[in-house]
């Protein structure tokens, strides 16, 4: 929203929860801004870009990617339980 509002720029925003998208779409649409941001909904989890989310003719300046989101809690921790573990460090505890 920033960007439409602050600098004039367009965006493609994915998304592959469909809620997710209708979601967005009401923000997109209080904002006034559906000229400005085009919603693709990707049905394949393990494709970011490909089917359908960016055609072959199109060219982007930059992406931009929400940090992961998590099932749970508990998920959260044991993922960055893992990358703490593969930087050889300790996980901090009671960290949250």
């Known amino acids: 929203l920033l960007?439409?509002?602050e600098y004039g720029w367009t965006f493609i925003?994915?998304?592959i929860d469909?809620?997710?998208?209708?979601?967005a779409r009401g923000?997109?649409?209080q904002n006034g801004l559906s000229g400005q941001?085009?919603?693709?909904?990707q049905?394949?989890?393990n494709s970011i870009f490909g089917d359908g989310v960016?055609?072959?003719s199109e060219n982007l300046a930059f992406c931009m990617c929400?940090?992961?989101f998590h099932e749970t809690l508990e998920h959260a921790r044991r993922s960055t339980e893992g990358k703490w573990s593969r930087l050889g460090r300790a996980a901090k505890q009671g960290a949250e």
């Open 37 to 41: 941001i085009e919603l693709r909904w």
């Open 54 to 56: 960016i055609a072959g």
């Open 13 to 15: 925003a994915s998304d």
């Open 18 to 23: 469909s809620t997710a998208i209708e979601s």
């Open 66 to 68: 929400n940090p992961p």
């Open 3 to 5: 960007g439409v509002r």
């Open 43 to 45: 049905q394949d989890a």
């Open 27 to 29: 923000i997109i649409n």
